[in-house]
């Protein structure tokens, strides 16, 4: 144990109004003779009945909808809705376009990861509050960070109408497509991000994490020549592998009585884990060469898939190929004959799933004989996570709880931050309080 033993008695820790996080909840850890009884992660705030708002609009409505999720991620849920359509429909959309839809993917992977890298996780390894505090020791890295966000927001911008909730996504393309020379305008910027990216692996390679590894079941799309965002089978360290529609088939989600988010877990009960960890993990070997360089460097591929203090490297390494796979794109763009293909709507099941900044992203939509929403379910990463957070709470607890107050607590936001949980576009999180009931 680190920090020595875990007093006798009872013992609570409160904090409120922790950072750095997107959104608002409470996790309670209860401690008998040392040992971890209860640790749930609460999320309270309130829904917000996205599943029910779509009922009864057109497949393009959802499209619109749904992007108003997540100001962080919103092109996640377009995409996995237009997929799941298109599907459906039998919509083959033209090539340019498919790479269109990478391109703005990458640039949500790109300013999500740099968000989280720089604003609101690195302050923990310098031993900081904030951002604002690590561009007091280390402004140099802050205006790197910034810098690299800043070209995600752009490519967002570009492809999708404006930097923040879409609009340009439509069932078999695009309303509009940019032309070659609106592309070329940001390369410069892309090049520069590169170099940036590139040296953000090297730097958060050399933060010190806590000594603390696990064995989860990770979970994550995989291809089979491209790293997983838009396309790819669902699959898993101890071997499964199903199409991204029947996510249904492997997983299920449950209600517990402290959180308003539905919980998930596979058939077996099992917690599991989705991200960048697992990707990297399971799909590293169709990372960007550049990338996959990256990651050998900083010789922590093992480590990330064991310890969840090493998610930062992960994040890391995905802008690295994000970055790379943006320049490839837009150097071999050719403007489609036309931005979107025609579809007629129809009645069936629509369900796909794509990779978000954070891991897995599933939609399920049932169309009524006009092809508008009868039903809709949305399984967001953060949800399907919170028992695995839970779980290493409960594993790396016992290690912590003989450290003063302060050195504890801080571990334990370290650890919820580590899987960049996006509750809300909200900044409040964790309410602590954990208690011996010796």
Same mark, same amino acid.
């Given at each position: 144990?680190?920090?020595?033993?875990?007093?006798?008695?009872?013992?609570?820790?409160?904090?409120?109004?922790?950072?750095?996080?997107?959104?608002?909840?409470?996790?309670?850890?209860?401690?008998?003779?040392?040992?971890?009884?209860?640790?749930?992660?609460?999320?309270? *705030?309130? %829904?917000?009945?996205?599943?029910?708002?779509?009922?009864?609009?057109?497949?393009?409505?959802?499209?619109?909808?749904?992007?108003?999720?997540?100001?962080?991620? %919103?092109?996640?849920?377009?995409?996995?809705?237009?997929?799941?359509?298109?599907?459906?429909?039998?919509?083959?959309?033209?090539?340019?376009?498919?790479?269109?839809?990478?391109?703005?993917?990458?640039?949500?992977?790109?300013?999500?990861?740099?968000?989280?890298?720089?604003?609101?996780?690195?302050?923990?390894?310098?031993?900081?509050?904030?951002?604002?505090?690590?561009?007091?020791?280390?402004?140099?890295?802050?205006?790197?960070?910034?810098?690299?966000?800043?070209?995600?927001?752009?490519?967002?911008?570009?492809?999708?109408?404006?930097?923040?909730?879409?609009?340009?996504?439509?069932?078999?393309?695009?309303?509009?497509?940019?032309?070659?020379?609106?592309?070329?305008?940001?390369?410069?910027?892309?090049?520069?991000?590169?170099?940036?990216?590139?040296?953000?692996?090297?730097?958060?390679?050399?933060?010190?994490?806590?000594?603390?590894?696990?064995?989860?079941?990770?979970?994550?799309?995989?291809?089979?020549?491209?790293?997983?965002?838009?396309?790819?089978?669902?699959?898993?360290?101890d071997g499964m592998d199903i199409e991204p529609g029947a996510w249904e088939s492997a997983?299920?989600?449950?209600?517990?009585?402290?959180?308003?988010?539905?919980?998930?877990?596979?058939?077996?009960?099992?917690?599991?884990?989705?991200?960048?960890?697992?990707?990297?993990?399971?799909?590293?070997?169709?990372?960007?060469?550049?990338?996959?360089?990256?990651?050998?460097?900083?010789?922590?591929?093992?480590?990330?898939?064991?310890?969840?203090?090493?998610?930062?490297?992960?994040?890391?390494?995905?802008?690295?190929?994000?970055?790379?796979?943006?320049?490839?794109?837009?150097?071999?763009?050719?403007? %489609?004959?036309?931005?979107?293909?025609?579809?007629?709507?129809? %009645?069936?099941?629509?369900?796909?799933?794509?990779?978000?900044?954070?891991?897995?992203?599933?939609?399920?939509?049932?169309?009524?004989?006009?092809?508008?929403?009868?039903?809709?379910?949305?399984?967001?990463?953060?949800?399907?996570?919170?028992?695995?957070?839970?779980?290493?709470?409960?594993?790396?607890?016992?290690?912590?709880?003989?450290?003063?107050?302060?050195?504890?607590?801080?571990?334990? *936001?370290?650890?919820?931050?580590?899987?960049?949980?996006?509750?809300?576009?909200?900044?409040?999180?964790?309410?602590?309080?954990?208690?011996?009931?010796?």
């Amino acid at each position: 144990m680190h920090g020595g033993e875990v007093a006798v008695g009872e013992r609570r820790f409160d904090v409120t109004g922790i950072t750095r996080v997107e959104g608002e909840g409470s996790l309670r850890l209860a401690v008998r003779d040392g040992n971890v009884t209860e640790a749930h992660l609460a999320i309270f *705030e309130a %829904p917000r009945y996205f599943e029910q708002l779509v009922l009864g609009r057109t497949p393009d409505d959802v499209l619109d909808i749904v992007a108003r999720i997540c100001g962080i991620c %919103p092109v996640a849920y377009q995409m996995s809705a237009v997929h799941a359509f298109e599907d459906l429909l039998g919509v083959v959309i033209d090539p340019s376009v498919r790479a269109l839809r990478r391109l703005l993917y990458c640039g949500e992977w790109i300013e999500s990861h740099a968000l989280h890298v720089y604003l609101l996780h690195a302050p923990d390894f310098a031993g900081l509050a904030s951002a604002v505090e690590l561009a007091r020791v280390d402004r140099a890295a802050v205006e790197r960070g910034l810098a690299i966000k800043r070209v995600g927001n752009r490519l967002v911008s570009l492809l999708g109408g404006r930097p923040i909730h879409p609009v340009s996504v439509r069932v078999g393309g695009f309303s509009r497509v940019p032309r070659a020379a609106d592309l070329a305008q940001i390369r410069p910027e892309l090049d520069d991000a590169l170099r940036g990216a590139l040296a953000t692996v090297d730097w958060v390679a050399g933060f010190s994490v806590p000594d603390f590894e696990r064995d989860p079941l990770l979970v994550s799309l995989r291809h089979a020549t491209d790293y997983p965002m838009n396309e790819g089978r669902i699959v898993s360290n101890d071997g499964m592998d199903i199409e991204p529609g029947a996510w249904e088939s492997a997983f299920q989600e449950q209600q517990v009585p402290w959180s308003h988010a539905l919980q998930a877990r596979d058939r077996d009960g099992r917690a599991y884990l989705l991200g960048p960890a697992s990707r990297v993990t399971l799909a590293g070997e169709q990372l960007h060469p550049l990338a996959l360089a990256a990651l050998d460097r900083s010789g922590l591929a093992t480590a990330i898939a064991r310890n969840p203090y090493w998610g930062i490297a992960a994040r890391a390494v995905e802008i690295v190929h994000a970055v790379a796979v943006a320049i490839e794109i837009i150097d071999g763009y050719g403007e %489609p004959a036309r931005p979107m293909e025609p579809w007629a709507p129809g %009645p069936g099941i629509a369900a796909w799933a794509t990779e978000a900044p954070r891991g897995l992203l599933f939609h399920r939509y049932r169309l009524d004989e006009r092809g508008r929403i009868a039903e809709a379910s949305i399984v967001p990463p953060t949800s399907q996570n919170q028992a695995a957070i839970e779980a290493d709470l409960t594993a790396f607890a016992p290690m912590v709880l003989g450290l003063d107050h302060a050195a504890a607590t801080h571990r334990f *936001e370290q650890l919820i931050r580590s899987y960049d949980p996006c509750i809300s576009c909200a900044t409040h999180f964790l309410d602590l309080r954990v208690e011996d009931q010796s």
